[in-house]
């Protein structure tokens, strides 16, 4: 559905068929929480607190400006979703993951931040993921209200020492933190570029950083850049293909919308453990 939104004093309040707390809560993003029906983070380097309530949400504290310079393109809310799910709901497997992640929307994040992230992610559990990013923007951001840090620079990172970054404890992924850092910061990695060249050509610039291959580019390229022809691979994508497609592979109808697809798949193979009728 076409979203609405009007402005009072509360902030910003949408009508919209996201979803909050899938949204925010699916393995995309690491900087959101929820605390008595309140989601509360930082994203784009701007501290929100929002909540739901049907297909109404609240941005708190949001007016018309900030909305439509940073709201409304990182919640994906001019997209069609209901004409992508339609479009693949032909084919039954789809259907039932549509039906069953209904309500996502793919985040439209910081480039740095999406590449950072998903390096840490890398053969890691949420909770460790969300530990290590907070104490990366807890040591090296700015505070911006209470409790809350911005998400460091490439620059900040890159003027750091593996000894500094010790303090995040993440282990073998600080050197390859250090070097997607240098590699931003002098523009090895063109930020612009990669929303338009062509996929492979995309992914192959990435995975020029130590210790990104394939699945760790595509989330980056899926989550920072909105490259939703990205289908990133990990154990539940893995798991959920073999099962239910075999040697197929994805369904042609959803090539277009493979991210999107990924994230309905991948949400609904790790809620249910693949036990799904």
Not at 51 to 60: D, P, S
Not at 116 to 138: D, H, M, Q, Y
Not at 209 to 224: H, T
Request: overall charge negative.
């Amino acid at each position: 559905m076409p979203f609405e939104v009007t402005f009072d004093d509360r902030g910003a309040v949408i009508t919209s068929d996201i979803d909050i707390a899938k949204t925010l809560d699916c393995g995309q993003a690491f900087r959101f929480s929820e605390s008595d029906g309140v989601w509360r983070g930082v994203a784009m380097g701007r501290a929100l607190s929002l909540t739901q309530e049907g297909n109404k949400i609240t941005l708190f504290d949001v007016n018309e400006e900030e909305f439509n310079s940073l709201w409304r393109g990182y919640f994906d809310l001019d997209r069609d979703y209901e004409m992508i799910k339609s479009s693949v709901s032909s084919n039954e497997i789809l259907k039932k993951a549509t039906d069953f992640s209904d309500g996502i929307h793919i985040l439209r994040q910081e480039p740095w931040e999406a590449v950072c992230s998903f390096i840490i992610s890398a053969n890691n559990n949420i909770p460790r993921i969300k530990g290590i990013i907070s104490r990366l923007c807890e040591n090296f951001g700015f505070k911006i209200a209470d409790g809350l840090f911005t998400f460091p620079s490439a620059e900040r990172i890159a003027a750091l020492t593996l000894d500094d970054l010790a303090v995040i404890k993440s282990g073998f992924r600080a050197k390859y933190i250090l070097d997607a850092a240098q590699k931003f910061s002098s523009n090895q990695i063109d930020v612009e570029a990669l929303y338009t060249l062509p996929i492979d050509e995309a992914r192959n610039t990435l995975m020029t950083i130590k210790g990104i291959g394939p699945k760790v580019a595509d989330c980056a390229l899926l989550f920072g850049w909105g490259r939703v022809e990205c289908f990133p691979v990990d154990v539940w994508i893995r798991r959920a293909m073999n099962h239910f497609f075999g040697e197929n592979g994805l369904p042609s109808e959803a090539v277009e919308y493979a991210g999107i697809v990924q994230q309905y798949l991948f949400y609904w193979a790790r809620t249910t453990g693949l036990k799904i009728e």
